[in-house]
């Protein structure tokens, strides 16, 4: 347990002890104190707040190589650890697998798999990030090779005899028929265990009990021979047993399918055995970074269907509620589950759930523990209490999708909150290839980042940074089949995406300190001795001006995390129990109001109000630098910003990369007056725009409204700008399809999700050129068709220079 007492201190924590609530008595000067370190975190968060990644190693497809390009680029850009998992070379809903894999001697678990999971956590280490893995192969849920079918998940079967009474019957009762799997990433094998429960005969009657169903186990000889002297009536006999379900982990990497079982979940003494197989060679194997660079254990969405039954259900049963469940599951067989007391049913549901957690997750907790690892988990979906099995995470999880609010499930956030669990992470941007496919992008993305904050949740993983294991020439590489969202080190946006990254951050070390008052629409109330803390958005497509907060007696803060500015807020006042702010928020755009009960020490900057302002557009041409991801560079003199995806050169039109466009612009000294201030406003652009004023970094653009004041780096003559815009992936990938395919297609999945790649090339294979030279990108699943609409792209604008007369 020493270890354990160790990992704890990386999770994030908050900063804020102490201050001025209730009967709490600190000195100002603390206070004070307190406050500045929460703003200068603000400005600049440290690594324990920063969002973690799924890091997703497809088949037998890793290398050392690529494993420290991975970790160096997520170090690079503001993300803090990883959640590895070991997957199939392709995923659709389940496993599908890619053919003729480069190294397919890597297996999961191999020498060569150890090695690679080894040097992770070492170059983890040399970089300060923190990683853990998925407990079993596949994301869903905690199995492996290491279970036999006795040891799977089980279910109740039987066969059926119907026996007329009044008479001797000697028979023999058919074996009953044994599951086949029909959920995720089965392989339709049947089941070859079978254990033998009990025979139990019903009455053939209209009004059968509980009372008339008979167990009649004792006359059932070896092989199923039954001899009973059988009461006046008809009867039907239920020879009733158990046998695995056949659930499998999923989707498993390539050599595992079909020899892959999900543990019995309600079995102490097979949930002992999982974790054991699963721990302890990985213990051996990571042991010095145990604790230090490798801190968890996840387990991750519930996707292994139903048990109803383990060897011991029946007797757990009557321990708990002092009755035998068989009869009652004898005459549910006879009239069918619509006609169970609900009694009965609400006994049966109980009795699993309390399996289900007893013997299940809280041996997962207690095992991960020993081991000096933590607990995390999205504990939902199966059945098992979801609000109780809150209790057993050290940091429980949930998740979202792409396309939605963000908001996560309410059970989550009140069990966490009531258990005392400050953190509470998520699962973030899954995205089906609908809407992700390689076109997402920040700006894309804030949406349902912030859901999730408002929702409750203060810590993301996003989903995903597929591990790159090839080259740097094949690009975007290696996906995760169909799913999104795509970050990784092959993003076209991962540089300027750090800005993005970095707002996620300061909204987590806000979020991640006191603790949960409430939840509303638009916004989200944390507390801490020092401060009411509010996060406050507007997903709405009207601007919303005045937020009430139910705070009194406090002067507000505006905190926006999208530049890490603290403001003065003048345009407030306080009626009855609340504080009424006029924050004029734009679609999609949050800022933190932050109520601290005395001054800190640190600087405010002056609340902005302007008066009148005078647009100036920024007309003529602009030179261009077009840097390509996969193609030399080039460049063009644009008479005015473009559409690049509406020109006829198809260096143009099919460009994915970063574009810079520079321009000169004349200052007056009239233009420098006190009092004024001018902003850049470049419009419509796509995807991400990271702007400099004569050599001057001035920030990242990354959503709407694309604009800022420069006033401070303007000087009196030219000035010269420069605005880099990136683009997304999906025009490049469409002006490959106008070339033939060097590589066989597999699966179709029709226009709107895409198709697969069949097998990796022999001349990928050999590191021979490609057949089709007009083709720049490599990857495994493809979104795009020859004619597919083009994406916007570039600068589009109108630019705009805004002068501003402010007060």
């Known amino acids: 347990m020493k270890q354990l007492n160790l990992i704890f201190k990386y999770l994030p924590t908050g900063i804020l002890l102490a201050g001025c609530l209730g009967g709490i008595s600190l000195q100002a000067q603390e206070t004070a104190e307190n406050l500045q370190s929460l703003a200068q975190q ?104 290491w279970i036999t079918e ?14 007329a009474g009044n008479q001797r019957v000697r028979l023999q009762l058919e074996t009953p028929e044994l599951p086949v799997y029909k959920g995720w990433g089965t392989t339709g094998k049947r089941a070859t265990f079978y254990r033998d429960v009990a025979v139990m005969a019903v009455p053939v009657k209209a009004d059968a009990s509980v009372a008339d169903v008979l167990d009649i186990t004792h006359r059932m000889e070896t092989g199923g021979y039954l001899d009973w002297q059988a009461p006046e009536g008809e009867w039907t006999v239920y020879r009733i047993g158990h046998a695995p379900t056949m659930s499998n982990p999923h989707p498993l990497p390539d050599e595992l399918i079909g020899k892959t079982l999900e543990v019995d979940k309600m079995s102490r003494e097979a949930s002992i055995y999982h974790w054991q197989q699963m721990l302890n060679p990985l213990t051996e194997h990571l042991k010095e970074y145990i604790g230090d660079s490798f801190t968890f254990i996840h387990i991750d969405s519930y996707e292994a269907g139903d048990q109803d039954w383990t060897p011991t259900f029946r007797r757990e049963f009557i321990r708990l509620k002092g009755y035998d469940p068989l009869p009652w599951m004898a005459l549910r067989l006879a009239v069918g589950k619509r006609d169970d007391p609900d009694v009965f049913a609400a006994d049966y549901r109980e009795v699993v759930n309390r399996l289900f957690i007893d013997n299940g997750w809280a041996v997962a907790r207690e095992m991960i523990h020993r081991a000096g690892l933590l ?18 995470a050290d940091v429980p999880m949930d998740e979202f999708w792409t396309g939605g609010s963000g908001a996560v499930g309410k059970t989550t956030i009140r069990a966490a909150g009531d258990y005392g ?27 349902s980042a912030d859901g999730s904050f408002v929702s409750g949740v203060n810590w993301l993983f996003l989903h995903h940074w597929v591990h790159q294991p090839f080259d740097d020439q094949y690009q975007p590489g290696m996906g995760m089949g169909w799913w999104g969202t795509h970050f990784g080190r092959h993003q076209t946006w991962i540089q300027p995406g750090k800005a993005f990254f970095r707002y996620l951050a300061r909204c987590q070390m806000l979020l991640q300190q006191g603790t949960h008052v409430d939840s509303q629409t638009d916004w989200v109330h944390r507390r801490t001795p020092e401060a009411e803390i509010f996060f406050v958005t507007n997903p709405g497509l009207e601007a919303k001006k005045t937020y009430a907060f139910p705070v009194k007696k406090r002067t507000p803060e505006r905190w926006d995390a999208y530049n890490g500015t603290i403001r003065q807020t003048t345009r407030w006042h306080e009626h009855s129990d609340s504080i009424y702010i006029d924050l004029n928020l734009l679609p999609d755009e949050s800022v ?3 109520f601290p009960c005395r001054k800190g020490n640190y600087s405010l900057l002056p609340e902005i109000e302007v008066l009148s302002e005078t647009v100036v557009p920024l007309t003529g041409a602009w ?46 000294s009239a233009d420098l007056d006190q009092g004024l201030r001018i902003a850049l406003d470049l419009g419509e652009l796509h995807d991400i725009a990271e702007l400099e004023i004569n050599g001057q970094h001035v920030g990242v653009l990354w959503s709407p409204p694309y604009r800022t004041d420069i006033t401070s780096c303007l000087k009196k003559g030219d000035n010269k700008i420069a605005v880099y815009v990136t683009t997304n992936w999906a025009n490049r990938l469409i002006g490959d399809e106008q070339y033939p395919p060097d590589f066989e297609w597999g699966a179709d999945r029709g226009e709107e999700m895409g198709r697969a790649m069949k097998a990796y090339p022999d001349w990928f294979i050999h590191h021979r050129p490609r057949p089709s ?15 597919s609409p083009l994406q916007p792209a570039g600068l589009i604008g109108p630019v705009r220079m805004i002068r501003q007369t402010v007060k």
């Open 42 to 145: 603000f400005n600049a968060p440290g690594d324990e707040y920063r969002p973690f990644v799924w890091w997703h190693w497809m088949g037998s497809n890793f290398s050392k190589d690529g494993i420290r390009k991975d970790l160096e680029a997520m170090k690079e850009a503001g993300i803090g650890g990883a959640t590895i998992f070991n997957l199939s070379s392709a995923v659709q809903e389940s496993h599908v697998p890619t053919d003729n894999n480069p190294w397919p001697e890597q297996t999961y678990r191999s020498p060569a798999y150890w090695d690679a999971l080894r040097f992770a956590a070492s170059e983890a280490k040399r970089l300060g990030l923190k990683l853990g893995l998925h407990n079993s192969p596949g994301y869903a849920t905690s199995g492996g090779p």
């Open 623 to 668: 030179s261009v630098s077009f840097a390509p991801k996969l193609a030399p560079p080039f460049r063009r003199n644009l008479a005015s910003p473009v559409d690049l995806s509406k020109q006829k050169e198809d260096a143009l039109k099919y460009f994915s990369g970063t574009a810079k466009y520079e321009k000169s612009v004349r200052i007056t």
């Open 592 to 594: 933190f109001v932050i």
């Open 421 to 447: 669990k400050r953190m509470v992470a998520a699962e973030a941007f899954t995205g089906r290839p609908e809407n992700s496919h390689y076109t997402e992008d920040p700006a894309f993305l804030k949406h």
């Open 150 to 163: 006795e040891q799977g998940m089980q279910t109740l079967v039987s066969s059926r005899k119907k026996i």
């Open 375 to 392: 607990f995390y988990w999205e504990p939902y979906s199966g059945p098992f209490d979801q609000y109780e099995s809150v209790s057993l």
């Open 773 to 787: 030279q007009g083709r720049k990108t490599f990857n495994i699943w493809y979104y795009f068709r020859k004619d």
